[in-house]
């Protein structure tokens, strides 16, 4: 035996140290096999463990001996002395922390184990853990065991509830005595009326955070029964408005009543508590029908007049008491006004000054940034208020922020007539009526006085200038703005003078553009006005200023006005475009000056439903001035042959023959481009075929249309869509049109193209593998004009920008097949009857841009 010990720790001696590692594995490799050894035969596997845990210790104890050596304490111990007992309760030193537990028990081996201290552990109350016979392992039913995890899930869910609630009560405590503070430092703990706070949150509209604060199912159900008994109180309130009650119904509902409003409470005192505060509001709505119950039924019709439950018209108080003492008969709406007036009215005070404060607040921050959302929060406002309010309240606010004495500042002006040019539109052409007549209103009363007037004083100039800003923003028709010039121009004295000065630098440029004709016919009677002035007018410095100005604006040098900024008035108007939504836009009003002067006499017919009292044939809107040596008539104010040319040229809808005589009237191409936008058409293709149609039934090539769709194109990607698709339809129907037209369309094209209108690709429709000869001789003038153009940088970022797309490849090919082996050939060139100047230089750039699409290709 010790010769036998002494190999084996020769051999331990050798092999290397284990590491925690793989000292872990070997523990867990031999729980593993103990199990397996316990397993293969319950009759003996206490007997085959105790083997197995020997063996595991003579192991251990021989790997540890060089260890143990080397320690001068270290103890050797024979696995032979070491008791069974030891072995299986783990007792055993070893040379790390770890232990093995035991996956397995046995009554026997737990017989000879030390007592330890038993761990509690829960029994269902009423039942004891059935003992199996022999010391097998005992084996709980599953079932049992999920009934048991069970019962403790809802043991801790009701413990943890409880310490919820206790941990609820302690804050709302505190919350309770944080309260208590803070209403005795605002003096709020000193009111008798205890459901005060209560009536006051129900009016708040907080009352929906009761619903989170009863957790209870009793007071729920409480809860639902209170907003039943309420439910049922309005319907009696209801029946009572309509004069639906008898006296039989009257008399059960009283005898009924308590027993609805106050039912039997079984659940403390506490509930009952919150009943009260809950209640309070209820209460109170029920002490104030109690009186109402026992007035007569008297109800309200449509019209304003009291009815009393039969249905009969009552007689008014007030009217009554006047008809006894003889005085005059005041209507209900302007007795309302004189109470508000006089203050007798506090509700209605209250109201307007609220209003006034909120909608002051959001014109002071008014400005072009955030332009959407004030005109928003007004428009909100006129949505929750009555309009009248609300134009007397903006009307005030606005008189005095622009129409101050002092010159207001032309972008502040600017900003709030976008403002109001909204409001006409989203809300009601009634609102920018409204303005318009009161401004037009003091316009008038200061020019009838404008002599008195003070030059240092500036309303009238502010009034001017908001005017002339409301009639920018498209609110009012320019006949109402030249008879105001005229109204100043028959009383031409310094005042008047500033006063024209002004309108001319603002909106000059503007009424040039919109109606050349009435601002030439107002010029000149404004110069014949300067003209029979006395003298020492006519040498006064603002007046010559303003001639200067006139004549300016009539040659349309905008050099000569000093600061004429156009740009903000254009983006704001962009932007007034841009803010209106669901199809909205301005309606401009065609009213005269006589309609709005004499608009508190006879009425205001353009608000529907207004009354008006005055002769059809005397309205000055309405009036057919018929010139007879004028040839215009009352079809969209164009002659008559226009109209008949438009005929002629088979526009047969009203969008293409009033494109196409705004096309063939207007004074210039831009001045074409605004009329034409001013139709708000939805229909771009209309344009683009009306401009391509007159463009190619001229006589010669007109660069007048070319400049007028190179217009559209920029302002807008669907426009350039609309002339792509236009030119295409043509290009396919090109059989049908002649010689002369096929040179215009090429002519039209050409201009376009170079301008970056269009691209060259509107070309790639063109059939190059099947050219009959109308197309060749499109294609030959195309490119000839192309690349004969004078700019020749255009000419190569034309083709430039073809070339660098990938997807016409086809196209490319096609383009330099056609001008090396048909455009430059001898004969084709002897046609068309080039300089040899002219020739070079087609040859030179035709070899440039040959190189240029092949170049791009590889």
């Not at 293969?40 to 143990?68: I, M, W």
């Not at 009012?476 to 500033?498: F, H, N, T």
């Not at 490319?812 to 082996?821: I, P, Y």
Request: charged residues 35%.
């Amino acid at each position: 035996m010790p010769s036998k010990m002494a190999k084996i720790k020769k051999k331990e001696a050798k092999a290397k140290p284990l590491t925690r590692k793989e000292q872990r594995k070997q523990k867990s490799e031999v729980k593993k096999q103990n199990k397996r050894l316990y397993f293969a035969g319950k009759t003996n596997g206490t007997q085959r463990v105790a083997a197995a845990a020997e063996a595991l210790a003579a192991q251990s104890l021989l790997g540890k001996n060089k260890k143990k050596k080397r320690s001068k304490k270290a103890k050797i111990i024979n696995p032979d002395e070491i008791p069974k007992e030891q072995l299986l309760s783990g007792e055993i030193d070893s040379d790390d922390d770890e232990s093995i537990d035991s996956d397995f028990s046995d009554a026997e081996v737990d017989a000879l184990m030390p007592v330890r201290e038993k761990v509690e552990v829960y029994e269902p109350l009423g039942k004891k853990l059935k003992k199996t016979q022999g010391g097998a392992i005992q084996r709980q039913d599953g079932e049992a065991v999920r009934r048991k995890e069970l019962r403790q899930q809802r043991e801790l869910e009701s413990k943890s509830k409880k310490q919820r609630l206790k941990q609820l009560r302690i804050e709302n405590e505190e919350e309770d005595r944080e309260i208590n503070k803070l209403e005795k430092k605002l003096k709020l703990n000193k009111s008798k009326d205890k459901n005060r706070l209560v009536r006051k949150m129900f009016n708040d509209g907080l009352d929906y955070l009761l619903d989170f604060v009863l957790d209870d199912e009793k007071e729920k159900q409480k809860w639902e029964e209170k907003q039943e008994r309420k439910k049922k109180l309005k319907e009696q309130q209801e029946k009572e408005e309509a004069g639906m009650w008898s006296d039989d119904e009257e008399e059960e509902e009283d005898r009924d009543e308590p027993m609805d409003n106050f039912p039997e409470d079984d659940s403390g005192s506490q509930g009952e508590d919150d009943d009260e505060e809950l209640s309070g509001e209820e209460e109170q709505s029920e002490e104030d029908s109690e009186p109402e119950e026992n007035e007569p039924k008297i109800k309200e019709d449509i019209y304003g007049r009291k009815r009393d439950a039969e249905g009969n018209i009552l007689p008014d108080p007030v009217e009554l008491e006047a008809s006894a003492a003889g005085q005059k008969y005041i209507p209900p709406h302007q007795r309302a006004l004189m109470a508000a007036s006089a203050g007798s009215s506090e509700k209605q005070a209250e109201i307007l000054a609220r209003l006034l404060k909120q909608s002051k607040g959001l014109l002071n921050r008014l400005s072009e940034a955030n332009l959407h959302k004030i005109a928003a929060g007004i428009e909100e406002l006129y949505m929750k208020n009555s309009r009248y309010n609300m134009n007397e309240t903006l009307t005030r606010l606005i008189r005095e922020a622009l129409l101050g004495a002092t010159r207001t500042n032309e972008r502040m002006v600017q900003e709030h007539m976008v403002l109001l040019a909204y409001l006409h539109a989203q809300v009601g052409s009634e609102i920018g009526a409204h303005f318009l007549q009161t401004f037009v209103e003091l316009f008038d009363g200061y020019v009838k006085n404008i002599a008195s007037l003070e030059v240092e004083d500036k309303q009238l100039n502010n009034l001017v200038l908001v005017l002339c800003y409301m009639y920018l923003f498209k609110i009012y028709e320019l006949s109402l703005l030249m008879e105001l010039i005229g109204k100043l121009a028959d009383q031409l004295c310094e005042k008047s003078v500033e006063c024209l000065l002004l309108i001319f630098q603002s909106i000059g440029f503007r009424l040039r553009k919109d109606d050349p004709l009435a601002f030439k016919t107002m010029m000149q009677r404004v110069q014949s006005q300067i003209a029979s002035a006395p003298l020492e007018l006519k040498e006064n410095p603002r007046l010559r200023f303003m001639v200067d100005i006139l004549n300016a604006v009539k040659n349309n040098n905008m050099q000569k006005l000093p600061q004429y900024d156009p740009e903000l008035a254009e983006n704001l108007r962009k932007r007034l475009k841009a803010m209106l939504k669901n199809d909205r836009y301005v309606v401009t009003l065609n009213i005269t000056l006589e309609d709005l002067l004499r608009a508190d006499k006879v009425g205001k017919w353009w608000i529907v439903g207004s009354a008006w009292t005055g002769n059809l044939d005397e309205m000055g809107s309405a009036k057919q001035k018929q010139d007879k040596n004028s040839s215009k008539s009352a079809n969209g104010g164009f002659a008559d042959q226009l109209l008949e040319l438009a005929r002629k040229q088979q526009m047969n809808t009203a969008e293409r023959r009033n494109i196409f005589c705004i096309i063939m009237s207007a004074a210039d191409y831009v001045d074409a481009f605004e009329k034409i936008l001013h139709l708000a058409l939805k229909d771009q293709r209309a344009v683009a075929y009306v401009i391509i149609h007159c463009a190619l039934n001229e006589k010669r090539a007109n660069p007048y249309y070319a400049h007028l769709a190179l217009k559209f194109c920029q302002f807008n990607r669907k426009y350039q869509l609309a002339f792509q698709f236009a030119s295409w339809d043509r290009i396919n129907d090109i059989e049908k049109l002649s010689k002369s037209q096929i040179r215009n369309l090429a002519s039209f094209l050409q201009q376009v193209i170079l301008a970056a209108g269009l691209q060259l690709s509107v070309l790639k429709v063109v059939d190059f593998m099947q050219l009959d000869k109308l197309s060749f001789y499109f294609m030959k003038e195309v490119m000839v004009r192309l690349l004969l153009a004078n700019d020749e940088r255009e000419i190569y970022q034309t083709f430039e920008r073809v070339a660098k797309n990938t997807k016409l490849q086809q196209f490319k090919q096609s383009v330099r097949l056609f001008l090396q082996h048909f455009l430059l050939k001898e004969d084709q060139l002897d046609k068309l009857k080039l300089k040899d100047e002219d020739r070079q230089l087609l040859q030179q750039r035709v070899d440039h841009i040959d190189k240029l699409l092949a170049y791009v290709d590889l």
